[in-house]
């Protein structure tokens, strides 16, 4: 027989619960326990690959990449186009008017996210972002190993 949290918390032992009933803790730590072990055995689309080390186990960076991927998309024009508020919106000389919607038709947005990949002399390699294009400009300015993008 298993006791409960609140047997535990008042001392109460005849508030013991039976395995059969799962608490809240048990509960959620069962769940963790699955998700765990999920992750560990999906590959998510990913061969696993035995990296080659140096002697002192670290990776050499082969190469880093910028890529800028562009595209563009179409919205709803005058729709949802709030003002971010300012501390000056405190007073009525200086909030803006309440907004409204005033949708008119569709318009083309052009969108664009620089993303960084690192390749390892073992084949290896690791993509992030979006990121920044200032970073991505020092990141690019200060590697000798990236190429123009």
Do not use: C
Request: charged share 20%; net charge neutral; hydrophobic share 40%.
């Amino acid at each position: 027989m298993l006791i409960s949290d609140r047997a535990k918390l008042f001392g109460n032992a005849e508030a013991g619960v039976s395995a059969a009933r799962l608490g809240r803790r048990g509960f959620l730590a069962a769940g963790l326990a699955s998700v765990v072990a999920a992750v560990e055995s999906a590959s998510f689309g990913q061969a696993p690959v035995t990296a080659k080390r140096a002697s002192d186990g670290a990776l050499k960076i082969d190469a880093v990449e910028l890529m800028e991927l562009r595209g563009r998309y179409t919205e709803q024009a005058g729709v949802d186009g709030q003002a971010q508020v300012n501390p000056l919106d405190v007073y009525d000389d200086f909030r803006p008017q309440p907004y409204k919607d005033q949708p008119s038709g569709t318009r083309q947005v052009q969108a664009s996210a620089v993303y960084l990949r690192i390749r390892t002399a073992a084949g290896l390699d690791g993509l992030y972002g979006p990121i920044e294009k200032s970073a991505g400009i020092v990141v690019h300015t200060e590697s000798p190993t990236v190429p123009d993008w």
